[in-house]
């Protein structure tokens, strides 16, 4: 079930809770700081949520993932806060018998998270400005 | 009636607070809240457009009725992952 | 650079190995021992190669992938002999900065090592039988 | 010429172990190998047209030529992941 936390993402406990024996493939996706954005060197990110709404619209994601996807597992973390360079933002990690829906799936809930999901990304750069990250408009 | 307003990201800083409360009077919409708001802050009126609202954690709009005691959140365009 | 091993694979290396600053997405794809082939009941997988083509063949894989899909980072990890349910035989590690090629490349190098690795792998069944899975003609 | 073999999977089961040595006339090919190993494996023959082949490590045809102490892999359908 979605996290929100507010400390670096640890994937141990998430890889060992995917990890099923009707399953042969496990995919783990990591949204991670990027250290430069059209051109500008970043030095860290961001976040902030609507933490109700994001939690439940997370929540909303995965059950559709499951049901789309026919997921034995499937969970979905964000980092809120500031996330340095190379640090995970997001983690997305779901079981599969096979292995093209695990791609599939790990695929499609990043593409609908940046569009569904009330968090917000701000860019530091090194140059000393900031920026809130072009988005969606929430349907 | 009394509402509560929670500001997120651009609209937050645009306002300088996360929170704000309105005063409105009883049959008033999300319109109304949003028209008060750009009233004492101007700054959110070029955010308009791009907002997506919220009455206590559920999508609205701006012809959604408010009730005293609502939390309307103004969620800008969102950018997770 | 792609490894096999006869122990079980340990992600939290790789993972560490695959965080860059210049990386906006990380993305682990670990194929694991299901429980059931056809219908039938598994109790485990094993795992043999020509180690050393197997090695030249991940590597020129990974070096493939590299160009193809410009990853930032690439690791393949293959285990061999007994891997039981739910553990991992293999391990696809990739970094890129924007997300798109990471689900790419990661599926794409499963295909492939479907295909061109020489690496064989028996299904053990609970109702005492074992046989190899009908695979790929090396070409 | 002394040519040695390596077996996997199927082969190997079917051979009864993983390596093998053969003694061929010189300028013997591949298939010339094939050939002896099936004659003293029966069970081999089923294999064939499935199977692989290397030489050093090298994928190889059955019309390439053998040199003394080349090691002669033969190499089922793979099944990998």
Known sequence: ?139 | MRIEVRLFAQARERVGSANARLELPDGSRVADALTLLEQVYPALAELRPHLALAIDGTLARGSDALADGNELSLLPPVSGG
């Open chain 1, 1 to 139: 079930m979605a996290e929100l936390t507010h400390a670096p993402i640890d994937v141990a406990p998430l890889l060992a809770a995917a990890a099923r024996p009707e399953c042969g493939a496990v995919n783990l996706f990591l949204g991670t700081t990027r250290d430069h954005h059209e051109g500008r060197s970043v030095l860290r990110l961001e976040y902030e949520a609507h933490e109700g709404m994001a939690l439940a619209a997370l929540r909303v994601l995965e059950d559709e993932a499951r049901t789309r996807f026919e997921l034995a597992h499937v969970v979905v973390v964000h980092r809120l806060g500031v996330v340095p360079v190379a640090e995970a933002s997001v983690a997305v990690v779901v079981s599969t018998p096979h292995r093209a829906p695990a791609f599939e799936a790990s695929r499609w809930i990043m593409d609908e998270l940046k569009r569904r999901v009330p968090i917000w990304k701000k860019e530091h750069f090194a140059d000393g400005g900031a920026e809130w990250v072009k988005g969606h408009v929430l349907e």
